[in-house]
């Protein structure tokens, strides 16, 4: 289903109660659930992504094409407080052609955090 972009992460968590959690985050969760509840049952827990496979596959690999460029530092990929998968980067400096990038991008899909900061 990652592959097809259907799903767009899928993780193994071990959740608070020390049970392990099958967390995936889906553009439409209800195209997946039948199928993913088959093979998951109570483990499973569905998040709607507000991004596409693709949307993340395509911004992770713009950063990974511009690491020299840009000068990244750390290039992480993580979940975020809903659960849903992001791409954190790290470049020395957020330049104008690093903002225009950025901008038409979906929110919260990528979080940039500079290494050097204007005063």
Do not use: C, F
């Not at 972009?5 to 997946?32: E, F, H, Q």
């Not at 991004?51 to 950063?63: F, P, V």
């Amino acid at each position: 289903m990652l592959a097809s972009g259907a799903i767009v992460s899928l993780r193994y968590l071990s959740a608070p109660d020390k049970t392990w959690r099958v967390v995936i985050s889906a553009p439409d969760p209800d195209v997946v659930r039948e199928s993913l509840t088959e093979l998951h049952g109570d483990l499973l827990t569905l998040i709607p992504s507000p991004w596409t496979r693709r949307q993340y596959r395509d911004a992770g690999e713009h950063l990974v094409h511009q690491v020299e460029l840009w000068a990244i530092s750390t290039l992480i990929d993580q979940i975020n407080d809903d659960g849903v998968d992001h791409i954190v980067a790290t470049p020395r400096a957020i330049t104008a052609e690093i903002e225009a990038w950025h901008r038409d991008l979906p929110a919260g899909l990528v979080t940039l955090k500079s290494m050097i900061r204007p005063t």
